[in-house]
């Protein structure tokens, strides 16, 4: 069992997502950012850097209880407990790598900071609005370029990298970008919008 603290969230949808892609057993554990909950010494003690997601797993390497965080790091580990996620072929687990890793450095950065600043900010910052969201939609152009050319971002294979990057596109018009102008991610979202995994992760997550 798998016990994964998480929230409703860009970040906090993807391993619940990952899970049901891979049939893996997990138990949510919901983390109430608005209390703080992620700050609390017992939370921190799963995660350091005080964010979700982070999980648990009972029946880790060797059989040990072992914790981890990073969404990208729980992607991978999951992909590799299971098998599954991560395309077998080395140039597409490459393109795999690439655009996982370009979500967890760019997307998610870009999208979060231009979403906070659009809508959380103290005071209105119009030059903060303008990098991050200019950035958001240059990011956007990336995936568009890469998703007309091949239907998933690996290749061929739907892997954890469409995962990281849909978790933050299905909610673009947070970051102020509007998906359509981007044709080519819009119809990738629609269609993993749809997958059952997808659904039933959604389902799970408050
Ligand atoms: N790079 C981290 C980002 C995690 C992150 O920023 N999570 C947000 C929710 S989407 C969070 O925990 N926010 C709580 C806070 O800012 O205190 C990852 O990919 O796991």
């Excluded at 069992?1 to 860009?10: K, S």
């Excluded at 005071?123 to 609005?129: F, T």
Aim: proline share 7%.
């Amino acid at each position: 069992m798998i016990d994964v603290y998480t929230a409703h969230t860009p970040n906090g949808i993807k391993v619940p997502i990952a899970l049901e892609e891979l049939g893996l057993d997990y138990r949510i554990i919901t983390v109430n950012l608005a209390a703080g909950e992620q700050s609390r010494p017992e939370f921190l003690a799963i995660n350091p850097n005080g964010r979700i997601p982070a999980i648990v797993d009972h029946q880790g390497p060797d059989g040990q209880t072992v914790s981890v965080f990073e969404s990208g790091a729980i992607l991978l580990y999951l992909a590799e407990r299971a098998g599954g996620l991560l395309p077998r072929d080395p140039l597409e687990r490459l393109r795999a790598m690439e655009y996982l890793f370009l979500q967890v450095a760019g997307v998610g950065p870009m999208f979060g900071q231009a979403g906070w600043f659009l809508r959380s900010a103290p005071a209105p910052c119009a030059v903060a609005i303008e990098r991050f969201r200019g950035e958001a939609l240059r990011l956007t152009g990336v995936l568009e370029a890469r998703l007309r050319q091949q239907p998933w971002l690996a290749g061929s294979e739907y892997s954890l990298a469409d995962i990281m990057n849909f978790s933050w596109l299905r909610v673009a018009h947070y970051g102020g970008v509007e998906l359509a102008r981007f044709p080519a991610v819009a119809a990738w979202v629609a269609t993993i919008n749809e997958r059952p995994a997808v659904l039933r992760a959604l389902a799970r997550v408050h």
